[in-house]
Nanobody, 126 residues
Framework: QVQLVESGGGLVQPGDSLRLSCEAS?????????VGWFRQVPGKEREFVAV????????KYTDSVKGRFTISKHDFENTVHLQMNSLKPEDTAVYYC??????????????????WGQGTQVTVSS
């Protein structure tokens, strides 16, 4: 089994920063899994934000967060971070982390991810 737990969400003002963390655990979890971040607002589909490969640290971002968000992990650690800078009101959403068992995948498709966390709320408002 694999468990993913997100943390770090909260209420911030436009222009502020937040750092989300996704801690993975479970006997079935491997550091080779790619880990992605997605976000969802009520009434809309879950949207891809960023992904980092299990080894090699390759990354991919959706266009709207490029230059503002950074996804990272340390080899042999089971925690993936999403540093979010210059936050905008349109970044408001529930943020989910997810694990993809396909080796070194950078897929932006939610359907390719087998394991999901419970989500953490990020609200950007003045």
């Amino acid at each position: 089994q694999v468990q993913l737990v997100e943390s770090g969400g909260g209420l911030v003002q436009p222009g502020d920063s937040l750092r989300l963390s996704c801690e993975a655990s479970g006997r079935s979890y491997s550091g080779y899994y790619s880990v992605g971040w997605f976000r969802q607002v009520p009434g809309k589909e879950r949207e891809f934000v960023a992904v980092i490969s299990g080894r090699g640290g390759r990354t991919k971002y959706t266009d709207s967060v490029k230059g503002r968000f950074t996804i990272s992990k340390h080899d042999f650690e089971n925690t993936v971070h999403l540093q979010m800078n210059s936050l905008k009101p349109e970044d408001t959403a529930v943020y989910y982390c997810a694990a993809n068992t396909a080796l070194n995948s950078l897929s932006p498709r939610a359907s390719d991810y087998e394991y999901w966390g419970q989500g953490t709320q990020v609200t950007v408002s003045s």
